[in-house]
């Protein structure tokens, strides 16, 4: 059965994995334990508040790999904090895609993270 990510991405509904299900576990992985602490050293910058809602993080298996959706706000600042997170500090073999949904959001997809 497919669902429908934040009205722009169709996925198996099997193969989602909501971010907040899974944080015990990558929180001990490295590269996880260093994306999560920018993110929420950031968590203004990138969503607009100091609350970031986990429930709109999911990762996804796509085949052999798996990539991290999430939803932050549309502007350059944070869609580069994401981007240098990912290819500079943490996921080092991912690549980050952006999808706008609006003028205040946009959806970053993040290509072949660690599994979870």
């Not at 609350?51 to 932050?72: P, T």
Request: hydrophobic share 45%.
């Amino acid at each position: 059965m497919m669902i429908k990510l934040f009205d722009q991405i169709y996925i198996n509904i099997n193969d989602v994995i909501p971010l907040h299900l899974a944080i015990p576990v990558l929180s001990v992985n490295d590269e996880w334990h260093c994306f999560f602490k920018y993110i929420f050293e950031y968590a203004e910058e990138l969503f607009g508040n100091t609350y970031i809602d986990l429930s709109e993080m999911f990762i996804v298996k796509v085949n052999d790999r798996y990539d991290l959706i999430l939803k932050i706000k549309n502007d350059l600042r944070s869609k580069m904090s994401i981007h240098y997170a990912v290819e500079n500090l943490c996921f080092s073999f991912s690549r980050v895609e952006f999808i706008d949904v609006n003028e205040r959001e946009t959806i970053a997809r993040i290509y072949n993270v660690p599994k979870p």
